[in-house]
């Protein structure tokens, strides 16, 4: 009896891979930073950001996204619109790795088994969590590592427009926002609770990070049954 399960679950398994269509490729594009230190324009990139990321499309409407993706998150008060700012003069530079899923929905269909080229809008949203390293200001303006890093959890927001350019690649120009449940990622809240005579900025508002770039996904996998989606 176990054995006949077993059979069963694999034979489930092989027909939900081979009745699906997967979507493989890259992300390249620039990052900026919106918080207490640096410019709080909201589309900036003043940054280069790489990364990675696979899809699973449920139906001609929507996907499960999940992605990776790597940049310097770069703040400075030089160049901000703040006077306040640029008489303080703080700058940091901060490597964050982040890992993003969620879903992607589309405006319109986009059904990469019908012919012809075709292109739609759409929306994506999901949990993000993104590694950085801690610091914070001394009172002379210099930056002071913590010796440690953290995990900070936002919700990723993105507005996009793609398009298949082959029968198997499909390009996609993207701007989306992370709003994050952290306020130490420039610095301005020290991670230790000791250092909190440190803290400068708006303490009622999270650092928000942005994305702004181009995909490139691969699509494979046999055509897909749309029906009971």
Excluded at 154 to 178: F, H, S, V, W
């Amino acid at each position: 009896m176990r054995y006949f399960f077993l059979f069963l679950f694999s034979a489930f398994m092989v027909n939900t891979i081979d009745a699906q269509i997967y979507e493989v490729g890259v992300f390249v594009g620039g990052s900026n930073f919106i918080g207490d230190v640096g410019s709080s324009k909201y589309i900036s990139p003043n940054q280069p950001a790489f990364g990675a990321l696979f899809k699973w499309n449920r139906s001609p409407r929507h996907s499960f996204r999940a992605s990776v993706t790597f940049t310097d998150l770069n703040g400075i008060d030089g160049k901000s619109d703040d006077p306040r700012r640029i008489e303080r003069g703080y700058e940091f530079n901060s490597n964050i790795l982040e890992v993003s899923a969620g879903m992607e929905f589309t405006f319109f269909d986009f059904d990469l088994h019908t012919s012809g080229m075709k292109g739609t809008p759409y929306l994506y949203t999901g949990i993000s969590v993104a590694n950085h390293d801690n610091f914070y200001f001394s009172p002379a303006g210099e930056i002071v590592s913590e010796d440690t890093d953290s995990w900070a959890f936002g919700i990723p927001m993105a507005i996009g427009y793609k398009t298949n350019i082959t029968n198997q690649l499909i390009l996609a120009a993207e701007i989306g926002a992370r709003y994050t449940f952290s306020d130490e990622l420039d610095g301005s809240m020290p991670d230790s609770e000791y250092r909190e005579q440190f803290s400068f900025g708006n303490i009622n508002n999270n650092d928000w990070y942005m994305f702004t770039g181009f995909t490139l996904t691969y699509t494979f996998g046999r055509r897909p049954c749309y029906c009971n989606f």
